[in-house]
């Protein structure tokens, strides 16, 4: 087997590796896998997947033989739940990493559960946990098919990317697809408090401040297991200043500085729940809009350091680029949407480069607010009832009777002509004339102006 191979304790096969399931009651272990929890109902967050009769309920309460596949952010849950599958439901538990597995693996667990199946009653089923599966090749996920198309393993598949994307259609159509969602603050603080209580984490030996909870679930973004690494490096710091103290009977102080220090990041000191919050989003924004790259990169830094979900960040940019900018620079939306995606892609913290990128562009693209101004003035108008009868040349007129009632029967071609416009009505008669886009002569608006202005004039040329 490779080092990517691992077994809970109590199965025949020796648990090897650190940091696997096979360490969650070591207390030697990681924090954040002591703490990872024994059942469903000590799950955090994903409520959507616990609700009675749902098909994780059933596949765990009820023992029922069905692969799943894991789709969510870093740190919400997947590897708990391929934990609890095998705990509560009383399989054998077989641990393969993508990133060091290869198909020989696979196929050895695979025989290993068929062979253990064969012998009859008391058999012991196999759960096969697989993080990562999107990098495993198409050869090795091919390798998988057998396995679970027979039942000779329950499949537990985590991956962090589309699966419609990074999973073969096969594997995909014989698993049972759970989308997990990012924990908010309100879950990452439950398993806080869990954490610093319970005999398995810190057993009530510390005490963390409310400025460094604070900093602590900014900083977590959602990841439980990001939250948990960063409280024990911190309870390590307050330990090493609280030894010798006259009061080592009481609950050592996890501080401000004393987590800062752990995790070597400083506290940019907002409420990303209060006003704060919204006024350095509202500053980056308003620096893109004036043009001044340096103070909106100063926003964004602050922002990231933070703990600002970068998706976040990146909607205000997406936002900006058409709201802000617009035809002034028509590319601008084009890495605004780019950078979005790439920070979805790839994470952070590499993801603050595709964040900044676009914040450049953004700050320095020509600005123009005509393309909002255009779209808010057209819904004024059709609130305030302004949605006349649609002209009879542009009505359909595929469909018997059509012809009868003129639709369609003035319609001219614009292909036509030699301009590629024609002078026709096509706005109802109610609006017919108002202008609603009126472009800047900001960069490259200004051939739009020239456009149309000229394309106006042909198609309001109706005598």
Known sequence: M???????????APARGGGSLADADHTA??????????????????????????????????????????????GTGKTTIAAVVS??????????????????????????????????????????????????????QDALLPGVENRWVTLVAATTENPFFSVISPLLSRSLLLTLESLTDDDIAVLLDRALADERGLNGEFELAEDARDHLLRMAGGDARRALTYLEAAAGGARAKHTGQQDDAEPALIDLETLE????????????????HYDVASALIKSIRGSDVDAAMHYLARMIEAGEDPRFIARRLVISASEDIGMGDPTALGVAVAAAEAVQFIGMP??????????????????????????????????????????????????????????????????????????????????????????????????????????????????
């Open 2 to 12: 490779s080092d990517g191979l691992f077994d809970l304790p109590g199965v025949p």
């Open 29 to 74: 272990a990681p924090l954040a896998v002591r703490m990872r929890p024994r059942s469903l109902d000590e799950l955090v967050g994903q409520q959507h997947l616990l609700a009675p009769g749902s098909p994780l309920r059933r596949l765990v309460e009820g023992d029922q033989p069905m692969s799943l596949l894991l789709w969510g952010p870093p």
């Open 87 to 140: 705990h509560q439901t009383n399989r054998k538990f077989v641990e393969l990493s993508a990133v060091t597995a290869g198909v020989k693996d696979v196929r050895q667990v695979i025989d290993g559960a068929r062979r253990d199946l064969s012998r009859g009653t008391g058999t012991v089923e196999t759960v096969l946990f697989i993080d990562e599966v999107h990098r495993f090749t198409k050869a090795q």
């Open 261 to 276: 220090t752990a995790v070597d990041r400083a506290a940019v000191r907002y409420d990303r729940a209060g006003d704060q």
């Open 350 to 463: 590499e993801g603050r480069i595709n964040l900044a990128q676009a914040v450049v562009a953004l700050a320095l693209a020509p600005k123009s607010n005509a393309v909002i101004m255009a779209v808010d003035a057209a819904i004024a108008d059709v609130k305030a009832g302004k949605v006349g009868p649609v002209p009879p040349a542009l009505r359909d007129a595929h469909y018997a009777g059509a012809k009868k009632l003129g639709h369609g029967s003035a319609y001219q071609y614009s292909h036509n002509d030699p301009r590629g416009v024609v002078p026709q009505q096509y706005a109802p008669d109610v609006i017919d004339g108002t202008d609603y886009y009126n472009p800047t002569r900001r960069g490259g608006e200004a051939a739009y102006a020239d456009r149309v202005a000229a394309i106006r004039k042909i198609l309001r040329d109706r005598k």
